[in-house]
């Protein structure tokens, strides 16, 4: 590893939430680095934290307390939009449920979030087609979502996280609709895109999924209780 | 995302709900085509009226009736003689400035015969003025001119309708004998026509029926009414209208001896009464127009917020990977807009449809218009636009961790 800032840093970051007259401490004093092409899985039983980890180090919320620093800039204090457009430019999100728009075909669903890159961007077909390529999908281009099986939509969905360049692939539960031996392709796929150099952070309850992470970072009660 | 794959995104979606979509359409659709229409009937009044306006010499005319005398007076208008040419040559006389002065006997019912051909015609004995103070102009031959007035001539000028009724296509008119009521007379003019089609409902086709003969010569050798149909006035200017009109009244009440047997009309009252009517009309169609934007409108927005309330998924991945509240807002209103706009085009079109087929039928004549297609439009657009509103505004504000926690 290079002495070079990581890409994530958090300390002392708190998410607080008023319930009523107590307060919900769902994270509480996390201090966390993650470095470019690192491979981390965040594990925890639900309701254990790792969710909001997961919004925070994708932008889709801000802590109520410490400090952020993402790719070297200071982030905790940022508005909806900042965070939107970090969030559209440096960030590959992979869901449990794919998420594909049903409506659009598989080459137009990858290019959706290059309709939220605020500035030009060239050659962007091509550039879906070549993410395809790199999920074994580029013959399913025209093909909609609903013809496809579900490994197959999950593929569709992180080429769609792959087509801006992403500083980081967030990938929630990406296993969690599909049977062990996709589940298990899916994975290696992420492996490959990890040894390509893609940093990537996997969320996940199941120890046998984060076994193909390269460390394993373990949530309970709002607090990391290990990191190896 | 730019306006046109908006527009492309809306299209999709509305072909994805087939039946919810149409149902929506249709609404608009009838909303838009019920607009499209009244404005129709409304043009179509409006235009009507202002060629039979036209055609009846507009604001520059004046008109002198005989009036029926009322019954408590009844027992005085003995000592009145009633509308005669004496009115014409009095009002004449002391106002100057009347362009022409033009007493005319209608005889009716009138027919024209041609070699075994009749016709039946609007006939009018007349003085030469008769056609400045109507708006005739003449197509062939020559007016009624004052010597056949002093000689009681036995000529006659026709309307293009009788003319081409009676004769022949291609065959000379003028100098040919037609016979009223067994009296020959000598067609020495041919009218313009006259043409202001609704369809193919001519508004000017009164005119185009219309025959003069001298006054002096239906008097004496057609029939002997004592009293004039009417007198036509035609003033310089609508400016003078006002006060012409006050001083005819005077002169006649005078020349009648204060029997009130007369009536002094003008367009100016016609004018008032449509526009008092088209102003009824306007607020009828706006009351139309108004209920359909409503019925348009809440049927875009239910339609809208059961989509949105379907695609709480697809906004959470949009705002996910980095949509702003704003571009959602602008995804949902464009796709609102593309619904308004669909029923507008559909609407517009059964609009033409419903004028088109009503144009066929029916004395009251709707008329196409640009306006009232521009209207159809301007509403649709409108109605998508206001009707999209909240519910994008809604879209745009769903947080994307509760919209892709949401089940």
């Keep these: ?228 | 995302m730019n306006f046109l794959s908006g527009i492309r995104n809306g299209l999709q979606e509305i072909w994805g709900h087939k039946l919810r979509s149409f149902l929506t359409l249709f609404c608009v659709m009838l909303g838009v085509a019920s607009l499209v229409l009244v404005n129709g009937f409304i043009d179509g009044l409006f235009r009507g009226w202002l060629a039979s306006m036209n055609a009846r010499g507009g604001l520059e005319r004046i008109q002198v009736l005989p009036k029926a005398v009322k019954k408590e007076l009844r027992h005085l208008s003995s000592i009145s003689s009633g509308v005669t040419e004496l009115d014409a040559e009095r009002i004449a006389e002391f106002c100057p400035e009347i362009q022409s002065v033009s007493p005319e006997i209608k005889l009716d019912p009138a027919t024209l015969r041609y070699r075994g051909k009749t016709e039946r015609a609007n006939l009018y004995g007349a003085l030469p003025e008769v056609f400045v103070a109507n708006r005739f102009d003449l197509e062939s031959g020559r007016g009624l001119a004052d010597l056949d007035q002093a000689q009681n001539a036995q000529v006659i000028v026709i309307g293009e309708e009788i003319a081409s009724k009676l004769f022949d296509p291609g065959e000379p008119v003028l100098g040919k004998t037609v016979e009223l009521r067994g009296v020959p007379f000598l067609v020495v003019g041919v009218l313009e026509k006259y043409e202001e089609l609704i369809g193919d409902y001519n508004l000017l086709g009164e005119k185009n029926r219309s025959a003069f003969v001298p006054l002096s010569t239906l008097q004496t050798k057609v029939q002997r009414p004592p009293q004039l149909t009417r007198i036509t006035l035609r003033i310089p200017s609508p400016d003078q209208l006002a006060e012409i009109t006050e001083r005819v009244t005077n002169i006649l009440f005078q020349l009648h001896r204060g029997v009130e047997d007369f009536e002094v009309r003008t367009n100016e009252e016609s004018l008032a009464a449509f526009q008092s009517t088209k102003r009824g009309f306007v607020l009828a169609g706006g009351a139309v127009g108004a209920i359909s934007l409503l019925v348009s409108g809440i049927g875009i927005m239910n339609l809208m917020l059961a989509s949105i309330h379907e695609r709480v998924r697809e906004i959470g991945l949009r705002k996910a990977i980095g949509a702003w509240g704003r571009d959602i807002f602008v995804q949902f209103l464009v796709e609102a807009l593309t619904l308004g706009l669909l029923g507008g085009v559909f609407g517009v079109a059964l609009g033409i449809g419903g004028i088109e087929l009503l144009q066929g039928i029916g004395e009251f004549r709707p008329q196409l218009s640009v306006s009232s297609v521009g209207v159809g439009f301007a509403f649709s657009v409108l109605v998508g636009l206001a009707a999209g509103v909240y519910p994008a505004f809604k879209a745009s504000r769903l947080d994307p961790i509760d919209a892709l926690r949401y089940d």
């Design chain 1, 1 to 228: 590893m290079t002495d070079a800032l990581p890409l994530v840093c958090m300390r002392g970051v708190k998410k607080h939430y008023p319930v009523g007259s107590t307060v919900v401490k769902a994270l509480d004093d996390v201090s966390l680095d993650i470095r470019a092409g690192e491979f981390v899985a965040i594990v925890g039983p639900s309701g254990s934290g790792k969710s909001t980890l997961m919004h925070l180090l994708g932008f889709l919320d801000s802590p109520t307390g410490g400090e952020i620093h993402f790719d070297g800039e200071p982030v905790a204090q940022i508005g909806a939009n900042r965070r939107a457009m970090i969030r559209a430019e440096k960030i590959g999100f992979v869901f449990q449920s794919f998420n594909l728009l049903p409506r659009l075909s598989v080459l137009r669903n990858v290019l959706v979030p290059v309709s939220y890159i605020r500035r030009r961007v060239e050659r962007a077909e091509e550039r879906a087609l070549a993410a395809l390529d790199r999920v074994g999908l580029r013959d399913r281009a025209h093909h909609l979502p609903n013809q496809l099986s579900g490994g197959q939509r999950q593929r569709v969905a992180i080429a769609r996280s792959l087509i801006n360049e992403p500083r980081l692939v967030l990938a929630d539960e990406p296993t969690g609709n599909l049977d062990s031996r996709t589940a298990e392709s899916i994975l290696t796929l992420f492996e490959e895109l990890n040894a390509q150099g893609r940093t990537i952070v996997l969320v996940t309850h199941d120890p046998n999924v984060a076994a193909h992470a390269r460390r394993r970072v373990r949530v309970h009660d709002g607090k990391i209780v290990s990191d190896s």
